[in-house]
């Protein structure tokens, strides 16, 4: 049977109903193990058995390795030995964890480790510099906005439009509907909006010193720092913030300004991945510890700091569960080399 990347990843998590999710999932799962580096011949052979079910089986198997990226090449995997053609560098998150229940299966990914350089120096000042500079800024603002979700929350509003807001963790926005533009004024966070037809009250969500305006689609907004990213999954969005011409994107397109700065599509966006949080993932490829630590700082309490230069640029392919972050820091205790230090609302990775 053939297999690989799918070509129409824009669609990938779009429109899903709950039996496609239920099998989406699976399909990840399986292929996670696939190559964890501890799957035995045959689960590859049960695999294709599984895909081969329905077309929505071979659908969400062909997603899944979209979604995968890299991970995604079975048919390679099963026409060759996979313990030799694997990159030997390129060392499974808990896969030795895999045999211990403290680690679910699924909770796995691939780390490209670098060369350990063992060093504090820094940490003191570095925790209390992370420790003066939490948010406070974000709790002012949340503090007066209409809707609301703490850290590791999420949650679906049926706006007064008939439209539908999906909010990423620690999101907040308000909203003005009163007049001839229905405006969403998005204060910090990510929110992904399901826009209700209205051509006479264009939707418009303000962010940082910027807006992005549609009719009637679905498009997700988020603010990151001093950056705001507009991503449409479906119909067309105009990004403005007065520096510059507008930025007209696409279905599978993602635009990006700061302040001062006219809005730019960035090409780079991993749109097949984007809003798998709605479905308790969070799912990278090869994407630097770093960025993965930032994301996952969002949906868990407390502060995660990466101490060191040389772990923050190692390569993170994975797949996680938003419930279950503690798993990915244990992984990458057992498997870089890397210290990780829990204090009461701190944690270090050096």
Same mark, same amino acid.
């Given at each position: 049977?053939?297999?690989?990347?799918?070509?129409?990843?824009?669609?990938?998590?779009?429109?899903?109903?709950?039996?496609?999710?239920?099998?989406?999932?699976?399909?990840?799962?399986?292929?996670?193990?696939?190559?964890?580096?501890?799957?035995?011949?045959?689960?590859?052979?049960?695999?294709?058995?599984?895909?081969?079910?329905?077309?929505?089986?071979?659908?969400?198997?062909?997603?899944?390795?979209?979604?995968?990226?890299?991970?995604?090449?079975?048919?390679?995997?099963?026409?060759?030995?996979?313990?030799?053609?694997?990159?030997?560098?390129?060392?499974?998150?808990?896969?030795?964890?895999?045999?211990?229940?403290?680690?679910?299966?699924?909770?796995?990914?691939?780390?490209?480790?670098?060369?350990? *350089?063992?060093?504090? !120096? /820094?940490? &003191?000042?570095? @925790?209390?510099?992370?420790?003066? #500079?939490?948010?406070?800024? %974000?709790?002012?603002?949340?503090?007066?906005?209409?809707?609301?979700?703490?850290?590791?929350?999420?949650?679906?509003?049926?706006?007064?439009?008939?439209?539908?807001?999906?909010?990423?963790?620690?999101?907040?926005?308000?909203?003005?509907?009163?007049?001839?533009?229905?405006?969403?004024?998005?204060?910090?966070?990510?929110?992904?909006?399901?826009?209700?037809?209205?051509?006479?009250?264009?939707?418009?969500?303000?962010?940082?010193?910027?807006?992005?305006?549609?009719?009637?689609?679905?498009?997700?907004?988020?603010?990151?720092?001093?950056?705001?990213?507009?991503?449409?999954?479906?119909?067309?969005?105009? *990004?403005?913030?007065? !520096? /510059?011409? &507008?930025?007209? @994107?696409?279905?599978?397109?993602? #635009?990006?300004?700061?302040? %001062?700065?006219?809005?730019?599509?960035?090409?780079?966006?991993?749109?097949?991945?984007?809003?798998?949080?709605?479905?308790?993932?969070?799912?990278?490829?090869?994407?630097?510890?770093?960025?993965?630590?930032?994301?996952?700082?969002?949906?868990?309490?407390?502060?995660?700091?990466?101490?060191?230069?040389?772990?923050?640029?190692?390569?993170?392919?994975?797949?996680?569960?938003?419930?279950?972050?503690?798993?990915?820091?244990?992984?990458?205790?057992?498997?870089?080399?890397?210290?990780?230090?829990?204090?009461?609302?701190?944690?270090?990775?050096?």
């Amino acid at each position: 049977m053939a297999s690989g990347i799918s070509t129409d990843q824009t669609t990938v998590l779009q429109d899903y109903n709950d039996d496609m999710i239920a099998l989406s999932d699976q399909a990840i799962d399986r292929l996670v193990r696939l190559h964890s580096g501890d799957a035995k011949s045959a689960e590859f052979h049960e695999f294709d058995i599984w895909r081969a079910q329905s077309a929505e089986h071979e659908r969400a198997a062909r997603d899944a390795e979209g979604l995968l990226g890299a991970l995604g090449e079975t048919e390679t995997a099963r026409n060759s030995d996979w313990r030799e053609t694997v990159d030997p560098q390129r060392i499974p998150i808990a896969s030795d964890v895999a045999k211990k229940p403290s680690v679910p299966a699924r909770s796995r990914g691939f780390i490209r480790r670098r060369p350990v *350089v063992s060093t504090l !120096a /820094g940490l &003191a000042a570095m @925790l209390m510099l992370m420790i003066a #500079g939490l948010e406070a800024g %974000g709790i002012w603002a949340r503090y007066h906005a209409d809707y609301v979700t703490e850290t590791g929350q999420y949650q679906t509003i049926d706006l007064p439009d008939g439209s539908v807001a999906h909010m990423n963790t620690a999101s907040a926005f308000s909203i003005d509907f009163s007049g001839d533009v229905r405006r969403v004024s998005l204060a910090s966070g990510e929110v992904i909006f399901e826009v209700a037809k209205d051509a006479d009250h264009p939707f418009v969500v303000a962010a940082l010193d910027g807006e992005a305006m549609a009719v009637g689609t679905v498009y997700g907004v988020r603010i990151n720092d001093d950056c705001a990213k507009v991503t449409v999954q479906e119909g067309v969005v105009e *990004v403005r913030n007065g !520096a /510059g011409p &507008a930025l007209r @994107l696409s279905a599978g397109e993602q #635009g990006a300004y700061q302040s %001062g700065q006219a809005p730019e599509l960035n090409a780079d966006a991993d749109i097949a991945t984007y809003g798998s949080w709605q479905r308790g993932k969070l799912i990278f490829n090869s994407q630097p510890l770093g960025a993965v630590i930032a994301e996952a700082q969002r949906h868990t309490s407390g502060r995660i700091v990466v101490a060191r230069d040389d772990l923050r640029d190692m390569k993170v392919t994975g797949v996680f569960e938003t419930a279950r972050l503690d798993d990915l820091l244990q992984s990458i205790e057992q498997t870089t080399g890397a210290h990780v230090l829990k204090l009461p609302l701190l944690t270090v990775i050096y």
